[in-house]
């Protein structure tokens, strides 16, 4: 079993920042792409920003610039780091890692953690 645990959200004013942590955690699996994605009140859930195993990240398009996605395979956990935050950015923000099991791969979801942009 898989968890994902995130951390970091919060209410933070226009033009702030925030770090988003998503730790994994089990036995017996090797974690490939891990990501950010989130969803607004009303709207569906969008990806963020993802990482390969080997550190290369892709960007919405609406965050390029403003947010940078990381990670540390030794401790399976991933960042993002969000600078410049706009009101538009409030959503749900959800961590997912795919695993690879016995030659199977999965895709897990974490719990969510609110950010909220406002003045």
Known sequence: QVQLVESGGGLVQPGGSLRLSCAASGRGFAI??????????????????????????????SVKGRCTVSRDNAKNTVYLQMNSLKPEDTAVYYCKATTFIAGDEYDH???GTQVTVSS
Do not use: H
């Not at 490939?32 to 709207?43: D, E, L, S, T, V």
């Open 32 to 61: 490939g792409p891990m990501g950010w994605y989130r969803q607004a009140p009303g709207k569906q859930r969008e990806l963020v920003a993802t990482i390969t195993s080997r550190g290369i990240g892709n960007y919405a398009d």
């Open 109 to 111: 979801w974490g719990q």
